[in-house]
């Protein structure tokens, strides 16, 4: 695991960064309430993360596989997961690839050298996080916070992940951080940070989310 020094770090700048979200998961233990649609002081986790990027990232992209006609509304540009490879058609519609598929969508879509993605349902994130990913490397790197290791939450080399996800989804290796691996992307410990998730009613509550989408 590196440790990232405040010097020589070089961010990509706006027109060469494309923020993805991923926000196409089913959340079950939510009951199924779309996450990027849930607020916190009136506004939505989707629109939070895009405001708080709106000037680092040039261009903003969400993985999402439903409500689209809500994205565009809100004039977010989406795109849907990949498809199932031929050798998983047999798969239940109840199953999924999991976070590669929108990681690979969002590659797909991505026009810029880099890609930063995030899960939708993170409930805060460090000002330092772009300088620290990548300040680790030309490869990409992932963030691991107090809580372990946080491979969505990472800085992609958009033509690397493009041709690696898809290979992976063929191959039916779906474990994210096996493709990291592969690309050779470093691990950034940022101490002292947590990220959070919003996965349970309780981690809601906890973090002060309105009680209704």
Known sequence: MEHISETDITTPPPPELTLGILAGGR?????GRDKAWL???GVP???RWTRRWAGQAGTVLVSANRDLDRYREAGILTVVDEAQPAACEATPA????GPIAGLAALARACTTPWLLTLPVDLVDINDCLLPSLAAAG???AWAEDDDGPQPLVAL???DALRKAAVAAIAAEEFAVHRLQARLGMAGV??????FGNL???ADLAAAGFDRHD
């Open 27 to 31: 959340a079950t233990r939510l009951g």
């Open 39 to 41: 607020r916190r002081g």
């Open 45 to 47: 986790q989707v629109l």
């Open 94 to 97: 109840s199953a999924s690839l």
């Open 138 to 140: 030309g490869q990409g």
């Open 156 to 158: 992609w080399r958009a």
């Open 189 to 194: 410990r940022l101490a002292g940070v947590r």
């Open 199 to 201: 996965n349970t009613p």
